[in-house]
């Protein structure tokens, strides 16, 4: 090229990057225009790093029931600022303890349903054949199946474990997200681009993985957030219901303990109301940011 | 907003012709193919219970006996039963499905007979919370998204969101120790569980009273678990509305707010919100498991509960199987009755 000294030539790629860097400045920037999401992302980084924090803010020691040093279900004091459990524990350590498992299970269960969710939907929606009608068939049956008792079911087979109720709570949430995966990639094949790669010979996977797949991702994102919220709550009523591990304390198991204790007929509210009000704010957080990723990213629902 | 009704049907591009085609279909045409859809439904679902139970890992032996003592002959017939070739045993279960060959383990006794002393209690709690769920939440829902934004809005909006994110059993849990137990100023008046108090009559005058009363609050922790999710719904399919041409003319002809609102806008907008609750049966059975086990009410939540901490396999499998044929029932009557009274629906 012998142009005269014309703006600097950019690569493909440094394009695409700057396209890139241009979409997320919008995207934090819309993002932050939505306060109740912003509320939600700054409980969630609280609630994380309690989590993370939990061995060194209360040893491992104080979930020993061996090593209580508390009465049984006393109520707050100076010592204990949310009281004891049945056994003389604090229940604050168990309360900081307990938001490590039902995190976990939230977001490792979340995983497992969104990839098997994405993958499902794009391919039913992408083999307009025999297979994409049977995966249609199959995420339909598997949406009326009551989840409750399915996941029941599997736990009580498979044996409770930290693994096992995640992936209890994994293969029994993904219909939801395939159906919704499979709206989006019928709308996304239906576009002149997707008939060029195919004419220019893009193979299957080639369309799936470069045109369906980004483009159906930020659905799938935002239906993450919502997903988490309720694998969270799934974790609370099978672990109330003595389906957790049974080793490890998470907010449900604090709650079957303390329904098991008889902390109602006791009065003590300190060891009732915690992990429950852990459980609501942490839902509502996961609630808050999913809806304002909704509204970013679909301006059709976007509300005044 | 596809908060919670990811399972609202979604028009997509291919639909759209065959829709056209088999609307002339009428509503006879779309009840007999829903039911046959329903029938595949219930067909698979059937398969499923009979394999899961058989595909996973581990002793069936073991996992039916599990904390029981059982002497060498019981283990015996069930070795019998369980040794016999697949097929056989597929045919079995097809002549009988609740049966499973194997009694419960608890009860000793064939698991249907069991179930069915568990039926009528669960009817009348979730009877109660649905009808009551669905009535308050739909007005609460209307009321917020006919005046958008409002202060009404704002705080329903914010109400019904932390109510959707509640366990229903630690909301159960918190009433009782309210007002049952009794905490600080509010008075413990409420029963804290079961439904009558021994030794009353229960069809005396006395004991209808008394099992209403101990209806209480079971059927009010259900009602506010429930009616987060018709609100939100409600709401949201009434602000779709609201843009709508039609809602233009009835305001143009100069008809009074609360007539746009009631002929108008709330008729279209009912008709998710409808399909919802039937649809819920399934989350509603969910609620119901652990709330009948926090107030002692010896419904199927209960039962089934009794059955994980038994474990009684053979009973948690037929409960299983109960719960999901009635969902699919509920789904396949909920469609029926909506295409019934709507055309648009008529897929």
Known sequence: ??????????????????????????????????????????????FIGLALLAPVLFGSDQLQVTKATGGTLQPPDG????????????????????ARVSLLVGVAATVISMAIGTLVGIASGHFGSWLGALLERLTDWFLVIPFLPLAIVLATVLGSSLLNVIIVIGVTSWPGTARLVRAQTLS???????????????????????????????????????????????????SFLGLGDPFRVSW??????????????????????????????VVLAFTLVGRALENVLDPRSREG | MTL???????????????????RRGGLAGFAVRRLLTGIGTMAFVLVFNFFLFRLLPGDPIALYTRGRNTDREQIAALRRALNKPIGEQFVNYLKNPFSSGVDSTQFSRPVWDVIG???????????????????????????????RGSTFDRTSTAATLTLYAMPEFWLGMVLLILFSTGVGVFPGVFPSGGTLTPGLDPWSVDGILDQAWHLCLPATTLTLAYLAEYALVMRSSLVDELGQDYLMTARAKGLMDRLVRRRHAVPNALLPTITLVFLNIGFVVSGAITVET????????????????????????????????????ANLVADVVVAAVDPRVRT
């Open chain 1, 1 to 46: 090229m012998s142009a005269p000294a014309a703006a600097p030539v950019l690569s493909a790629r440094a394009v695409v990057r700057a396209r890139r860097r241009a979409a997320r400045r919008r995207f934090v920037a819309d993002f932050r225009a939505q306060r109740a999401g912003v509320a939600g992302v700054a409980i969630l980084v609280v």
């Open chain 1, 79 to 98: 010592s204990f600022p949310l009281g004891t459990d049945e056994t003389g524990r604090s229940v604050l350590a168990l309360v900081v303890w307990g």
């Open chain 1, 188 to 238: 996304v094949e239906a576009r002149p681009y997707l008939e060029r790669a195919r004419v220019l010979g893009g193979g299957h996977w080639h369309q799936m993985s470069r045109h369906v797949l980004p483009n159906v991702m930020p659905l799938v994102l935002a239906n993450t957030t919502l997903t988490v919220a309720i694998a969270i709550l799934s974790e609370t009523t099978l």
């Open chain 1, 252 to 281: 449900g198991s604090m709650l079957d303990n303390a329904f098991a204790a008889g902390a109602i007929s006791a009065g003590a509210w300190w060891y009732l109301l915690p992990p429950g009000v852990c459980v609501v704010i």
């Open chain 2, 4 to 22: 919670i009704a990811t399972d609202v049907p979604s028009p997509s591009p291919e639909d759209d012709r065959g829709r056209q085609r088999r």
């Open chain 2, 117 to 147: 002393d568990y039926v009528w209690p669960t009817l009348v709690l979730l009877g109660t919370a649905t009808v009551l769920s669905a009535v308050i939440g739909i007005a609460i829902g209307i009321k917020g998204g006919w005046r």
């Open chain 2, 294 to 329: 926090v107030f002692s009410w010896p419904g199927l939540g209960l039962l089934s509960y009794q059955a994980i901490r038994g474990p009684d396999v053979p009973l948690l499998q037929a409960i299983f199987l109960l719960f999901s044929l009635s969902v699919v029932a």
